[in-house]
């Protein structure tokens, strides 16, 4: 298994930017497919945004595209660049990986898991 820390989260007003990064530790890291998912109070946790081993694909919860970008580079670590931010889009943001399962938005198809980083987005 890997092991993921996550970063960068914080307060924003609406309409305001945020990168979430996360570390990865383990040297298989590359052949890991990368997963951001959120988790507001009460609710349960959704899917984000993925990225392929290679980095070339990547995929997206619908209410997100075209304002979040996910990406990931040689050095461990996987992003979520976050801009119009929207109250909605208010929860602790996790990373999680997987291998072979490139397209899943199921959490249980992802073993590892970072703790989580809180994004709260308010005026």
């Known amino acids: 298994q890997v092991q993921l820390v996550e970063s960068g989260g914080g307060f924003v007003q609406p309409g305001g930017s945020l990168r979430l990064s996360c570390a990865a530790s383990?040297?298989?890291?590359?052949?890991?497919?990368m997963a951001w998912f959120r988790q507001a109070t009460g609710k349960e946790r959704e899917f984000v945004a993925g990225?392929?081993?290679?980095?070339?694909?990547t995929y997206y919860l619908d209410s997100v595209k075209g304002r979040f970008t996910i990406s990931r580079d040689n050095a461990q670590n996987t992003y979520l660049q976050m801009n119009n931010l929207k109250p909605e889009d208010t929860a602790i943001y996790y990373c999680?990986?997987?291998?072979?399962?490139?397209?899943?938005?199921?959490?249980?198809?992802?073993?590892?898991w970072g703790q989580g980083t809180q994004v709260t987005v308010s005026s």
């Open positions: 999680a990986a997987n291998r072979g399962r490139y397209g899943s938005r199921i959490v249980a198809d992802f073993r590892s």
């Open positions: 383990g040297r298989t890291f590359t052949t890991y497919d």
């Open positions: 990225i392929s081993w290679t980095g070339i694909s």
